[in-house]
C-alpha cells in the first residue's frame, strides 16, 4: 500500500508515442500533457486525470492495491471511447521500480502489454507503456511519459 503516494500533486507531462506501432518505427509523435493525481482507501487506492492539451482527449488512471496478492490492479480510461479499459495491468515495486503486465490486443493482435514506473525522486518519474508479440521475447516500447512537478506559482 501506499505504492503511488509519490505521484500525488499536480503534474507536467512531456509525451513521446510513436506513430506507428509494431512496425520498427522510430518516428515519435511530441506533446504536452498535464496530470492531476490522489490517493484513496488510505494509499490501496490511486487516481489520476491527465488532459493532453493538443490531442483533443482525456484520459483517466484508477489503480487498485489487493493485499493478499501484494499486487496492483491499473485500469485507463480514455474520454474518446468512453469506457473503462480492460484488461487492468497487474504487477508490483520492486526496489522503486514499478512492473505491470496484462494480455491484450492492439490493433486486433494479440500482446504481452507492460508498464514500467521508475526515475521516482519527489520531482518527477517516468511512465513507459511497451508490447511484445512474441512471448516477452522483444519489447516495443509505443509510450513514454515524463512527469515533472507542476510549480506552485
Not at 484520459?59 to 474518446?80: C, E, H, K, L
Not at 522503486?96 to 494479440?110: I, K, S, W
Not at 508498464?115 to 519489447?139: H, K, M, P
Request: proline share 4%; glycine share 12%.
Amino acid at each position: 500500500m501506499g505504492d503511488f503516494d509519490f505521484f500525488i500533486g499536480e503534474w507536467d507531462v512531456a509525451n513521446r508515442r510513436l506513430t506507428k506501432r509494431h512496425v520498427g518505427s522510430d518516428d515519435w509523435d511530441e506533446f504536452p500533457g498535464s496530470s492531476v493525481a490522489r490517493t484513496f482507501f488510505g494509499g490501496a487506492g490511486s487516481f489520476d486525470e491527465i488532459t493532453f492539451p493538443t490531442k483533443g482527449f482525456s484520459g483517466a488512471t484508477v489503480r487498485i492495491f489487493d493485499p493478499a496478492a501484494g499486487t496492483w490492479a491499473i485500469y485507463w480510461m480514455n474520454s474518446g471511447r468512453g469506457v473503462l479499459e480492460l484488461p487492468p495491468v497487474v504487477g508490483r515495486f520492486v526496489d522503486r521500480v514499478g512492473t505491470f503486465y496484462a494480455d491484450d490486443l492492439d490493433e486486433g493482435r494479440p500482446v504481452r502489454c507492460r508498464f514500467i514506473w521508475s526515475g521516482i525522486t519527489a520531482t518527477s518519474c517516468r511512465w513507459e507503456q511497451a508490447f511484445s508479440t512474441d512471448g516477452e521475447r522483444t519489447w516495443e516500447t509505443n509510450w513514454i511519459m515524463d512527469f515533472t512537478r507542476a510549480s506552485l506559482d
